[in-house]
């Protein structure tokens, strides 16, 4: 049965080496569920993926909105175009079999938005690294994947959502949240997720770490790491006693909502090297912002997500979706696991 849902996909490629891969993915979908494709690419890629997406994929051009970060832009365009309430959004390198795309959608009978996990298919050495970064977002919370589902009517009545910001899915999820929606994270649904090539793993370390302006108390701690491994550096044990704590951190976050099923057994002992990474990454990014904000595009960014206490002044007075969706009583909805 064809799902009552769309599949929403902002493109924006400089060159098709994927294009081959994401032809034959999409052609996995179409029967499923209605797939349209937002396309920000430059007219001479325009015109190739037209000719090569599959039919009955639907291919937007995007639609010009406020802001410098043209994924959201891509986003909305898909959202108000989009033929369903129920919409899944997904980057480019986000690959959904049937059993998670049909889990995901069929939560949003109870829900405004979900939120997945993503998992690195395959996992080459940095896939494995950046693991530990969800490893850890999970023992301390949830993960913040390449795909969210979402109840359209919801982020349209909100006026959609901030596009001067790098981290544009927190944004989307606030904004949900400050509508008073619900929003459920689907822990123990795994999607998975292309890896980048290695030299597009590197450039995004500086701006991954930015994204941490968007939550002080996280900030504020993976600030204090670099110092406290400089301190620890006359004493190598305390160090090793650092690592370990870290690598058990992580293998609670592994055994989480069904995490074992999802990734190996080792995946958690890359946790300490990511944290090294972002220990000094984090200090990069403290310096890009005070030279006005990280780089994105031909331009910068200086604000990584809204602060939820100001979207909800903003929104206090946005207009509800009518009667039929699941928004919640309060501001800010809690989550459960699936």
């Known amino acids: 049965m064809t799902l009552d849902a769309e599949y929403v996909l902002p493109l924006r490629w400089a060159?098709?080496?994927?294009?081959?891969?994401?032809?034959?993915?999409?052609?996995t979908l179409r029967d499923v569920i209605d797939v349209t494709v937002v396309d920000g690419s430059s007219p001479e890629r325009f015109a190739a993926h037209a000719r090569a997406l599959p039919a009955g994929v639907r291919h937007l051009p995007v639609e010009p909105r406020p802001g410098r970060n043209g994924k959201v832009a891509g986003v909305m365009t898909g959202l108000r175009t989009a033929r369903h309430d129920r919409v899944v959004l997904a980057d480019d390198d986000v690959r959904y079999d049937e059993g998670a795309l049909r889990a995901v959608v069929g939560m949003l009978d109870a829900a405004d938005l979900v939120r997945p996990q993503n998992v690195f298919v395959p996992a080459p050495w940095h896939a494995r690294w950046d693991t530990g970064r969800s490893l850890l977002n999970r023992a301390l919370g949830h993960d913040y994947p390449g795909t969210l589902a979402v109840r359209r009517r919801l982020v349209i009545a909100a006026g959609g959502y901030d596009g001067d910001v790098l981290f544009e899915n927190l944004e989307l999820i606030r904004t949900?949240?400050?509508?008073?929606?619900?929003?459920?994270?689907?822990d123990?649904?795994?999607?998975?997720?292309?890896?980048?090539d290695v030299r597009h793993f590197l450039g995004q370390r500086v701006?991954?770490?930015?994204?941490?302006?968007?939550?002080?108390?996280r900030l504020a701690a993976e600030l204090a790491v670099l110092p406290l491994a400089v301190l620890a550096l006359r004493r190598p044990r305390r160090l090793l006693v650092g690592a370990a704590a870290v690598v058990a951190l992580a293998e609670a976050g592994r055994r989480r909502a069904g995490g074992r099923s999802l990734f190996p057994p080792t995946a958690a002992l890359w946790a300490p090297?990511?944290?090294?990474?972002?220990?000094?990454?984090?200090?990069?990014?403290?310096g890009a912002r005070l030279r006005g904000g990280v780089r994105y595009s031909d331009g910068r960014l200086l604000r990584a997500a809204t602060p939820p206490r100001e979207l909800r002044r903003r929104l206090v007075d946005a207009p509800k979706p009518p009667p039929g969706n699941h928004l919640t009583a309060g501001p800010s909805a809690g989550s459960v696991e699936a």
Do not use: N
């Not at 123990?188 to 980048?196: L, S, T």
């Open 15 to 27: 060159d098709d080496e994927g294009l081959d891969e994401l032809v034959a993915y999409l052609k």
């Open 273 to 286: 090297l990511w944290l090294a990474e972002r220990a000094v990454c984090v200090w990069l990014a403290v």
């Open 207 to 217: 701006r991954q770490a930015y994204d941490d302006f968007a939550q002080p108390a």
């Open 176 to 186: 949900v949240q400050a509508m008073g929606g619900r929003v459920v994270t689907a």
């Open 188 to 196: 123990a649904i795994g999607v998975a997720r292309r890896p980048p």
